[in-house]
């Protein structure tokens, strides 16, 4: 069983960036999509990207973070990585990382989830 720890949140200003890592053990994620999903208080678990691991590693954004945020793979580290540009306010939320979901998009399909890393954006 893959088992994911995040970590890289922070507290940032506007305008900042961090980088998010999800680092596996128990299983290579090479072999896994990978999504990240965030979740601010009061609101639901939205979407942000994922990475698939068939169709060469295709990148997938939600509208609100495309152009600023950037997923990619490091297999020899089993990790995986979310770039964050030009932070705003509306970026902070609890970021998570999952693995193995059926649809890239949907955290349901998720069987494998770590627990989070906070990113808080100051305007």
């Known amino acids: 069983q893959v088992q994911l720890v995040e970590s890289g949140g922070g507290l940032v200003q506007a305008g900042d960036s961090l980088r998010l890592s999800c680092a596996a053990s128990g299983g290579a994620l090479s072999t896994y999509g990978v999504g990240w999903f965030r979740q601010a208080p009061g609101k639901e678990r939205e979407f942000v990207s994922a990475?698939?691991?068939?169709?060469?590693?295709?990148?997938r954004y939600s509208d609100s973070v495309k152009g600023r945020f950037t997923i990619s793979r490091d297999n020899a580290k089993n990790t995986v990585y979310l770039q964050m540009n030009m932070l705003k306010p509306g970026d902070s939320a609890l970021y998570y990382c999952?693995?193995?979901?059926?649809?890239?998009?949907?955290?349901?399909?998720?069987?494998?989830w770590g627990r989070g890393t906070q990113v808080t954006v100051s305007s």
């Open positions: 990475i698939t691991w068939r169709n060469r590693n295709t990148t």
């Open positions: 999952a693995a193995g979901g059926a649809a890239y998009d949907l955290a349901t399909t998720y069987p494998y």
